[in-house]
């Protein structure tokens, strides 16, 4: 029996018998939709916040205490460590900035007046990616000579002024006891944070919040610049290992380091594993799905016991019933997989639009798409293919 043929006898079969077939791909049709469309909306979602962490600088490390009730005060951060790091690895550093915050009171008509201090150098604009809008970053003179300039963003800038170009105003800042002055020197373009709403930030010398706060030199953190071409994790250890022989505190584990690239590990791992544990479970529809294929496949056989037996009676061989009944599986299960591919491509846009991430099918998906509908329709499809092929003509030619 030529191939064309048997393809042929598996359409008509199946066109023959339509909403039966239409249902025996139900469960095909459901598993391969819910599969295509959780693998591409993971890695819609993946490639969404890798490209947001990325924008917070990949070749950065930040150092912070490990522990801060370990930490005695000759370990503490200062700021004559962001020159010392400079100058000794200064072919691969570009920039040290300092990791320094504080909550401040808006003496202002705002809805929220708690704002969050930032101490900041001359690089730090760059390493934060801030984008400014009107004015300057905090310059070196600024620093130097700890001035009360301040940049805010452009949010804030609207709720105080009514207008986005706030540079050249100033606002009242409660700090404790003590209620300064700050002139807006640049106003910067808020970005929508990664965990949701947040306190307005506002950048301010380093050295003028180390006046107003008598924090005697202290950092929170640093933050240390690379250059592009140097591979970040063959150095955030050094730089570790750097500070402890300083500060004499080797081995005591006082410091750590995380960088963008550590959390765009963390993420993809963390979706990766999710994004299969769900399709796993949306997998066992298609086993539920197979199971129809081979429900539906064995009634074939018993209802065309007759034409078997006339097939074989005519010359048929084993191989030729077998691959009849078997391309008829395959054929079933694909078409599930065609259609259940089509619904998960509606269902990711649509997700796409609710979740606002620019969501496309996956090649991944559309590939095990494909293997996944063959290999139901291969392995459920044998074992009736292999029974009817095993007819005894001359008892198929009896059966009524």
């Given at each position: 029996m030529i191939l064309v043929e048997i393809f042929l006898i598996a359409i008509s079969s199946i066109w023959s018998n339509k909403i039966r077939s239409f249902l025996t791909m139900l469960g095909i049709i459901i598993g391969i939709s819910s599969v295509v469309t959780i693998i591409s909306l993971g890695n819609a979602t993946e490639a969404e916040i890798t490209g947001i962490l990325s924008t917070l600088g990949v070749n950065k490390v930040t150092l912070y205490y490990d522990g801060t009730e370990k930490?005695?005060?000759?370990?503490?951060?200062?700021?004559?460590?962001?020159?010392?790091?400079?100058?000794?690895?200064?072919?691969?550093?570009?920039?040290?900035?300092?990791?320094?915050?504080?909550?401040?009171k808006l003496i202002e008509n705002v809805e929220e007046p708690g704002v969050v201090f930032s101490g900041v150098n001359e690089y730090s604009g760059e390493s934060d990616n801030l984008e400014l809008i009107y004015g300057r970053f905090i310059n070196e003179f600024d620093v130097d000579g700890y001035k009360k300039n301040v940049i805010i963003d452009n949010e804030l800038s609207s709720e105080l002024f009514g207008d986005i170009d706030s540079t050249g105003r100033s606002i009242l800042v409660s700090s404790g006891k003590i209620t300064s002055a700050y002139n807006i020197v640049g106003v910067y373009e808020k970005k929508e944070s990664l965990f949701g709403e947040t306190s307005a930030t506002t950048y301010v010398p380093y050295t003028t919040m180390d006046m107003v706060f008598n924090l005697q030199g202290e950092l929170g953190g640093l933050v240390v610049n690379f250059y592009e071409k140097i591979d970040v994790t063959a150095y955030d250890s050094k730089i570790v290992n750097f500070i402890e022989r300083y500060k004499g505190n080797e081995g005591e584990n006082k410091y750590a380091t995380f960088s963008a690239e550590d959390q765009i590990e963390m993420v993809s791992t963390a979706l990766a594993t999710l994004t299969?544990?769900?399709?796993?479970?949306?997998?066992?529809?298609?086993?539920?799905?197979?199971?129809?294929?081979?429900?539906?496949?064995?009634?074939?056989?018993?209802?065309?016991t007759k034409e078997i037996g006339i097939r074989k009676a005519m010359g048929a061989q084993?191989?030729?019933?077998?691959?009849?009944?078997?391309?008829?599986?395959?054929?079933?299960?694909?078409?599930?997989?065609?259609?259940?591919?089509t619904l998960g491509i509606i269902f990711i846009n649509i997700a796409g639009n609710l979740m606002e991430i620019p969501a496309t099918l996956s090649i991944d998906a559309l590939i095990l798409a494909i293997i996944f509908s063959s290999s139901?329709?291969?392995?459920?499809?044998?074992?009736?293919?292999?029974?009817?092929?095993?007819?005894?003509?001359?008892?198929?030619?009896?059966?009524?």
């Open positions: 930490i005695r005060p000759d370990d503490r951060l200062h700021y004559n460590d962001m020159v010392l790091i400079m100058d000794n690895f200064e072919d691969e550093v570009i920039s040290v900035t300092p990791l320094i915050t504080m909550m401040v299969i544990f769900v399709s796993a479970i949306a997998a066992i529809s298609l086993l539920v799905g197979g199971i129809g294929v081979m429900n539906i496949m064995l009634v074939s056989v018993t209802e065309r084993h191989k030729d019933i077998m691959l009849q009944f078997l391309i008829e599986a395959l054929m079933i299960s694909l078409l599930g997989g065609i259609v259940g591919t139901v329709g291969i392995f459920f499809g044998m074992y009736p293919a292999n029974k009817a092929a095993s007819l005894d003509p001359i008892e198929a030619l009896r059966y009524e």
